[in-house]
């Protein structure tokens, strides 16, 4: 199975920061790559998929990047509510993974 | 509005039976993949099995295969999944999740619990 390696696990920043978060893979996810977020209590829900699409209503601030193995989810400036936990996902092959977690937390 | 409600989660004893429950509404369910992902809080999400639209293709991890199944009933817009021999492992939140080439929606989540 694809292995998905997120890193750092937790990133500690100011709102207005910038946030890059990686996800490696341990073979190719080619495009088919998704980024979710999960706030405390709540499903993760879907920000980008096909590895830099934007899901409906996500604002521009997020964006994605990367084909094969390396992956970047980018939150340009951090709004409060952006402070949550990131999952990457692969659907390339069966089963289905995810990564174990990237951390944004207010400094 | 897309719904996703799932129910059927509970304490059981390990070597234990349960079966979950997974409502959809808001959209075509028939023309959906449907699947079950399950988290322990504080780790990541893990997937668990998906069936096709009509239900004539079935995935599992190899974590449950063999002991979990899943199946749906397009007439009730339902997925289920019915779990069998339950583990301390299997312990974690039971999501279902709608299939738009990705997870696109998910329910609230079901726990369970498997402790004696």
């Known amino acids: 199975e694809i292995v998905l390696t997120q890193s750092p696990a937790t990133l500690s920043l100011s709102p207005g920061e910038r946030a890059t978060l990686s996800c490696r893979a341990s073979?190719?996810?080619?495009?088919?790559l998704a980024w979710y977020q999960q706030k405390p209590g709540q499903a993760p829900s879907l920000l980008i998929y096909n590895a830099s699409d934007r899901a409906t209503g996500i604002p521009a601030r997020f964006s994605g990047s990367g084909s094969g193995t390396d992956f970047t989810l980018t939150i340009s400036s951090l709004e409060p509510e952006d402070f949550a936990v990131y999952y990457c996902q692969q659907r390339n092959n069966w089963p289905w993974t995810f990564g174990q977690g990237t951390k944004v937390e207010i400094k | 509005e897309v719904k996703l409600v799932e129910s059927g989660g509970g304490l059981v004893q390990p070597g234990g039976s349960l079966r979950l429950s997974c409502a959809a509404s808001g959209f075509t369910f028939s023309s959906r993949w449907m699947h079950w992902v399950r988290q322990v809080p504080g780790k990541g999400p893990v997937w668990v099995s998906g069936i096709y639209n009509d239900g004539s293709s079935t995935r599992y991890a190899d974590s449950v295969k063999g002991r979990f199944t899943i199946s749906r009933d397009n007439a009730k817009n339902t997925v289920y999944l019915q779990m069998n021999s339950l583990r301390a492992e299997d312990t974690a939140v039971y999501y279902c999740?709608?299939?738009?080439?990705?997870?696109?929606?998910w329910g609230q989540g079901a726990l369970v619990t498997v402790s004696s």
């Open positions: 999740a709608r299939d738009t080439f990705y997870f696109d929606y």
């Open positions: 073979q190719t996810a080619s495009i088919y």
